[in-house]
C-alpha cells in the first residue's frame, strides 16, 4: 500500500520555525518527485515547493515557499522534509506533501498540484502569538 504520513506541524509563534516530515511507505522515494502544498481556509490549494528524484535532490520552490522554506530529502529514511523560518500569520494552513513517479511525468520537478497522484492526509500549521 502506497503512503505518506506528514507529522511535525503545530502551533507557533510568528518567527517560529517548524519542521514538517513525510514518511513515505510502499515505494521507492528516490523514484519520485516530491512536493509540498497548503491550502489555507477558505483557500485553492497551492504549491510551496517540489524535490526532485535526482541524487541531489534539487529543489524548485514556487512563490509561496521562497526565501523561508527549504526541501530536503532522505531516500535512505524514505522521508522529506519542509523547513519553514521566520513564519508568518499567512502560512497558517494544512500542509500536505505529495508523489508522482518520475516515470509517469519524465519531469525533475513540479509545483502543479495536478501533476501529484499520491498525498499525505496534511498536517495542521498554526501562526499565531
Known amino acids: 500500500q502506497l503512503q505518506l504520513v506528514e507529522s511535525g506541524g503545530g502551533l507557533v509563534q510568528p518567527g517560529g520555525s517548524l519542521r514538517l516530515s513525510c514518511v513515505v511507505s510502499g515505494f521507492s522515494l528516490d523514484s519520485y518527485v516530491m512536493g509540498w502544498f497548503r491550502q489555507a481556509p477558505g483557500k485553492e490549494r497551492e504549491g510551496v515547493l517540489c524535490?526532485?528524484?535526482?541524487?541531489?535532490?534539487?529543489?524548485t520552490y514556487a512563490p509561496s515557499g521562497k526565501g523561508r522554506f527549504t526541501g530536503s530529502r532522505d531516500n535512505a529514511q524514505n522521508t522529506v522534509y519542509l523547513q519553514m523560518n521566520n513564519l508568518k500569520p499567512e502560512d497558517t494552513a494544512v500542509y500536505y506533501c505529495?508523489?508522482?513517479?518520475?516515470?509517469?511525468?519524465?519531469?525533475?520537478?513540479?509545483?502543479?498540484?495536478?501533476?501529484?497522484?499520491?498525498w499525505g492526509q496534511g498536517t495542521q500549521v498554526t501562526v499565531s502569538s
Open positions: 505529495a508523489a508522482v513517479e518520475w516515470i509517469t511525468v519524465q519531469v525533475p520537478c513540479i509545483v502543479s498540484s495536478l501533476g501529484y497522484d499520491l
Open positions: 524535490i526532485s528524484n535526482d541524487s541531489g535532490g534539487s529543489t
